[in-house]
T-cell receptor, first 116, second 113 residues
Framework: AQKVTQTQTSISVMEKTTVTMDCVYE???????LFWYKQTASGEIVFLIR??????ENATVGHYSLNFQKPKSSIGLIITATQIEDSAVYFC?????????????FGTGTTVSVSP | NAGVIQTPRHKVTGKGQEATLWCEPI?????VFWYRQTIVQGLEFLTY????????DSGMPKERFSAQMPNQSHSTLKIQSTQPQDSAVYLC???????????FGHGTKLSVL
């Protein structure tokens, strides 16, 4: 069965610094998709970045980047030059490709607080 | 593009009453997902449809919960005989085929008194 685990409950950082969040996953599939989403204080959930399991290069979008370590089943999110508006809850998620169309499963989230 | 539309935004029901939640996916998206979010359980997958057909309902409680997608423009989640533990934010999301990023609605906050 697929499983996504985020062990960090909350992280506090100063503005303009770098924050790193951990996520480990479990899957029996040889092909899968990993995602990071952000939930703002208003409750809105937005997609940030994606990593396909067959890609060796770490995905990067704007000031978001991933640290994909496939042997460790780990997909960390790195936010550089953090801004106040990066304060949110960050969810890691996984979708298996071959398990009969399984849906996207989320981790429990990491709350990031960015202070000026 | 209005995004995924969920109605109502807030719903208050008495214990034992029925609640129907509505979702309008983004036009052209063939996959529709339902999730439930609570402080304790986090984001729980409930069910999903592709091309209006139910694909995976492994997260749906076996009793009192049902979901339908009668046409490509809307899906409903129905909770019969609501209980206080059903109180949560119910989120609907859609994606073009189901393997891409999900686009979430703003959710329906259900409060069962």
């Amino acid at each position: 069965a697929q499983k996504v685990t985020q062990t960090q409950t909350s992280i506090s950082v100063m503005e303009k610094t770098t924050v790193t969040m951990d996520c480990v996953y479990e899957t029996q599939d040889s092909s899968y998709f990993l995602f990071w989403y952000k939930q703002t204080a208003s409750g809105e959930i937005v997609f940030l970045i994606r990593q396909d399991s067959y890609k060796k290069e770490n995905a990067t979008v704007g000031h978001y980047s991933l640290n994909f370590q496939k042997p460790k089943s780990s997909i960390g999110l790195i936010i550089t030059a953090t801004q106040i508006e990066d304060s949110a809850v960050y969810f890691c998620a996984m979708r298996e490709e071959y398990q009969g169309g399984r849906a996207l499963i989320f981790g429990t989230g990491t709350t990031v607080s960015v202070s000026p | 593009n209005a995004g995924v539309i969920q109605t109502p935004r807030h719903k208050v029901t008495g214990k034992g009453q029925e609640a129907t939640l509505w979702c309008e996916p983004i036009s052209g998206h063939s996959a529709v997902f339902w999730y439930r979010q609570t402080i304790v359980q986090g984001l729980e997958f409930l069910t999903y449809f592709r091309n209006q057909a139910p694909i995976d309902d492994s997260g749906m409680p076996k009793e009192r919960f049902s979901a339908q997608m009668p046409n490509q423009s809307h899906s409903t989640l129905k909770i019969q005989s609501t209980q206080p533990q059903d109180s949560a934010v119910y989120l609907c999301a859609s994606s073009p085929t189901g393997f891409e990023r999900l686009f979430f609605g703003h959710g329906t906050k259900l409060s069962v008194l």
